[in-house]
């Protein structure tokens, strides 16, 4: 039987973090913190004062036993750090005992950035100049153009444009504002000399679907898809890829780790040095591919002649 106090105190922290998290992020972290009051009521707990890292280290063992894998034992903790923040600033706890809780280690996954000259390709192929057309072209644009996550291309409203910047709202609510390139400024200003074809007459929303509404993130991921499928892209394509090759590309050129992280978005550097890596090793393939001396002869067996 559902336990209402247990529930009553979720909701509550659920409806102030929808004030600043994506849809998305809500909707997981109720899935976490349903699974955690679930896991309270077997436990015959009724009362949120009883969270402490014993039974937190409990919870999570039991989730990975039921076949949880790493990546979503992380975002377990991590509601349930959220959560209870929230719960000692109610004053239903003395202290957060998550610090003291650690998940397994997850695995660490390299973007796969698409290739430049197979981007210009991809981005520079005519299409048929209607509003959806314009408006497709100008996503993708801005996509690579800025480095934009989904959320925050989604969120976009015609006052967040500026002549060459952009005013996003990030992770937790944070803003920043990053720069347009020429391609990207030329696309969004083709999109919005018909817009108003589209969209209602109220809605603020800068990208808006044939109903005229703001445009959402399934929406928006079909329509990269399929805009891969009809223009000859040979491998899949999804709006963080983009993200991903723009942050490859740019470091690549740039080398100013710093500004990377700073056009990203990351909050922690150590975020951003993934692309460090990722350069590394398109830098050690062409060594490979160019030194003379990069590669052993075949009957070479590292033993001094």
């Known amino acids: 039987m559902t336990d209402h106090r247990l529930d009553r105190e979720v909701d509550a922290f659920l409806a102030g973090l929808a004030r600043t998290a994506s ?130 291309l989604a969120a976009l409203d015609l006052g967040d444009l500026q002549p060459q910047r952009v005013r996003v709202l990030g992770k937790g609510g944070k803003p920043r504002q990053v720069p347009v390139g020429r391609r990207a400024r030329q696309a969004l200003d083709a999109w919005r000399a018909v817009r108003g074809q589209l969209a209602d007459r109220d809605t603020p929303a800068l990208f808006v679907g044939v109903r005229g509404a703001r445009l959402g993130h399934r929406a928006i991921q079909k329509r990269l898809a399929e805009l891969a499928r009809a223009r000859g892209l040979a491998e899949h394509l999804h709006p963080h890829r983009l993200r991903h090759s723009f942050a490859s590309h740019l470091l690549e050129s740039s080398q100013d780790l710093r500004a990377v992280q700073e056009l990203l978005g990351h909050a922690d550097l150590a975020t951003t040095q993934v692309y460090t890596r990722l350069d590394w090793q398109h830098l050690a393939a062409s060594y490979d591919a160019a030194h003379p001396r990069a590669r052993r002869r075949p009957d070479d067996d590292g033993e001094p002649s």
């Open 23 to 152: 849809p998305a992020t809500v909707s997981a972290y109720r899935l976490d913190l349903a699974a955690l009051v679930a896991f309270l009521e077997a436990e015959a707990i009724a009362d949120w004062s009883a969270l402490d890292a014993a039974l937190l280290r409990r919870f999570l063992g039991s989730e990975r036993l039921r076949g949880q894998a790493p990546r979503s034992l992380a975002r377990r903790r991590a509601a349930i750090s959220g959560f209870a923040r929230h719960l000692v600033q109610a004053g239903r706890l003395r202290h957060n005992p998550v610090p003291l809780v650690r998940t397994p280690r997850q695995p660490r996954h390299l973007p796969h950035p698409l290739d430049v000259d197979q981007l210009a390709r991809f981005l520079d192929t005519p299409h048929d100049d209607s509003p959806l057309a314009r408006r497709d072209q100008a996503m993708l644009e801005l996509f690579y153009s800025s480095g934009l996550r989904l959320a925050e």
